[in-house]
């Protein structure tokens, strides 16, 4: 994920539940703290009534102007002590039941993130872990298809009210939070799963806290502590949904979860000394627009520009960069700019690719069961199969040491195929010479067959790591037949700044201009009306990806008439018809 800057502003408040200005609203600890009514026949329907009693309370004193609750059965979590320390920022995960606080410890300098959700009593506990059973077998015949959890829901309150008619609707609404949390959620952690701003969870043992990385604090520690049954508890649940089998002879799966979140197991055995334990790389479900990476200054108007006119007239790029330095978010962004009827075939090991496209295949490897299963389908099975579908363009999920998906794509690429992949290097250089050595062994013309190489890192700027596009550059060859790399544009790190390298005169735009007859000031005013029309979605705040879509679908289709409507002020992508079958 990129770093919440390159969200829209308005867009990021509504889900994170703060206002445009960042200050947080009135929130609840869930339903706790309602005053005691007497039961009622229609539970269900008094729910939006005891929220909105609870907010009109808080509004009046909310709990966020003082120390939260330090959670539900509170010895369950690590201590930090933070009652006497600092709140750095406060946003809902789930309202108007969970919450999270950043806080900040003065002493030890250090940010941790604490989950507060509804404080259940002994009682109430009780009831809980005594209805599991009796849920579980009330709903047993009943089928809920994806998409209609809001029915789940209903069936669990109306279960709840027939079964613990004793208790005011506020109760029974925490208690069905619980339940529905514990069955269709994802128990102890599903309110960290919940949170947009967090890019991995990993819980790394039993007895420690469970650890975050978060888009503006990186990593941080959390009051979620899981014991050794509920560490192992949690590791099954997650291959039980991701479709995969876990045991102690085979216990490590590396699967994705039906949210498309990927996620990495390892059951408690002579392999894991600190136990079982599970990382979890959340997969942001609307995918970043090239506006977005120009706002969080990611990529530069300029780059953005030039990158749209490479992809639009089939240039190769690889994204290279180490972990999570945001080279799929990247490729995927800049995949919005590949004409909208172009056949796309998209290949991944772990499902993270997401198209707008109406003629796009998806491709995702199988993994047989065994090194030599003859049902497994590997990404070279699917590479070699995507050259028959006469694909216009390919994108191919990370390549690291797979020595023939990496030749199969470059031989695409070698015999006119365009398409992008992602690699684990550190720079253009490296890159190079790894593609020279073994295991790959390339040769020098297939290297330079790329065109564009964009790097991208995490940087430190202030005391938040952001991400960058270090730098592009193209490959080409010498007289010699040897890789030589120019380098288009590159980040000045003091500035924070991305600095243009005569870029125009690249064999990339020239290229471009002799296959369409362009002279240099033909491809100046290219560049320059595509930098002119993201800066208006930029300084417009179009940021939501169907909008962004509909935009570059319109620039392409009428482009002055688009220029037109954006000098009259009646450009308005939402309102544009994509489809011709809708």
Request: aromatic residues 10%.
């Amino acid at each position: 994920m990129e770093e919440n800057g390159g969200r829209d502003a308005a867009h990021e408040a509504e889900e994170e539940g703060r206002t445009t200005d960042g200050v947080p609203q009135p929130r609840t600890d869930g339903v706790a703290g309602v005053e005691e009514k007497e039961p009622s026949e229609g539970v269900q329907d008094t729910k939006d009534e005891v929220v909105d009693e609870t907010m009109e309370s808080l509004g009046k004193s909310s709990p966020f102007d003082e120390t939260p609750d330090r959670g539900f059965v509170a010895e369950r979590f690590f201590d930090f002590g933070y009652l006497e320390d600092e709140t750095v920022e406060r946003y809902w995960l789930n309202p108007p039941y969970a919450y999270t606080t950043v806080l900040y410890d003065d002493e030890s300098k250090t940010r941790y993130y604490n989950v507060t959700e509804p404080k259940l009593n002994e009682t109430e506990e009780y009831v809980r872990r005594d209805m599991k059973p009796v849920v579980k077998e009330e709903l047993a015949g009943r089928s809920f298809e994806e998409g209609e959890w809001d029915e789940f829901d209903e069936a669990v309150v109306e279960v709840l009210a027939d079964y613990t008619n004793v208790f005011d609707a506020g109760t029974v609404h925490k208690l069905a939070y619980y339940l529905m949390r514990d069955f269709r959620g994802y128990g102890e952690i599903d309110a960290l799963l919940r949170d947009g701003r967090i890019e991995d969870i990993s819980a790394d043992g039993s007895d420690v806290p469970v650890f975050v990385y978060h888009t503006d604090y990186r990593d941080l520690p959390t009051n979620v502590v899981l014991d050794e049954g509920e560490i192992s508890g949690q590791v099954r649940r997650l291959a039980q949904r991701a479709g995969e089998m876990i045991s102690f002879s085979d216990p490590v799966v590396s699967s994705t979860l039906p949210d498309n979140h990927r996620v990495h197991l390892t059951l408690g055995s002579d392999i894991a000394p600190r136990g079982a334990n599970f990382t979890i790389r959340l997969f942001n479900s609307v995918p970043f627009t090239p506006v977005d990476l120009i706002r969080s200054n990611t990529f530069s108007l300029e780059q953005m520009a030039f990158l749209w006119l490479a992809v639009e007239h089939r240039k190769s790029i690889l994204f290279v960069g180490p972990t999570a330095s945001g080279k799929t978010t990247s490729m995927n962004a800049v995949s919005l700019f590949i004409e909208p009827y172009s056949k796309v075939v998209t290949i991944e090991q772990t499902r993270e690719l997401s198209m707008p496209h109406d003629n796009w295949v998806a491709g995702v490897t199988r993994d047989g069961g065994g090194r030599d299963d003859e049902t497994s389908v590997t990404m070279n099975d699917l590479l070699g199969a995507a050259l028959h579908q006469r694909p216009e363009y390919i994108l191919v999920g990370e390549i690291r040491t797979q020595p023939d998906v990496l030749w199969t794509f470059l031989q695409s690429v070698f015999t006119g195929h365009a398409g992008s992949t992602t690699f684990h290097a550190t720079d253009v250089e490296e890159t190079v010479n790894r593609f020279r050595a073994e295991p790959f062994s390339l040769p020098e013309a297939m290297i330079a067959s790329l065109d564009l190489v964009s790097i991208q890192r995490q940087v430190r700027l202030g005391d938040r790591r952001v991400r960058r596009c270090a730098r592009i550059s193209e490959l080409g060859q010498d007289d010699g037949g040897t890789v030589k790399i120019n380098d288009l544009f590159n980040r000045d790190a003091e500035t924070d700044q991305h600095v243009p390298q005569d870029y125009m005169s690249s064999e990339t735009v020239t290229d471009i201009g002799d296959e369409f007859g362009w002279n240099e000031a033909e491809l100046v005013e290219e560049v320059s009306r595509r930098k002119s029309f993201l800066r208006y979605l930029v300084r417009n705040g179009i940021s939501d990806y169907q909008d962004i879509w509909a935009a570059l679908f319109a620039y392409r289709r009428d482009r002055e008439g688009v220029v037109s409507a954006i000098d009259e002020g009646t450009f308005k992508p939402s309102e544009i018809k994509i489809n011709y079958y809708d």
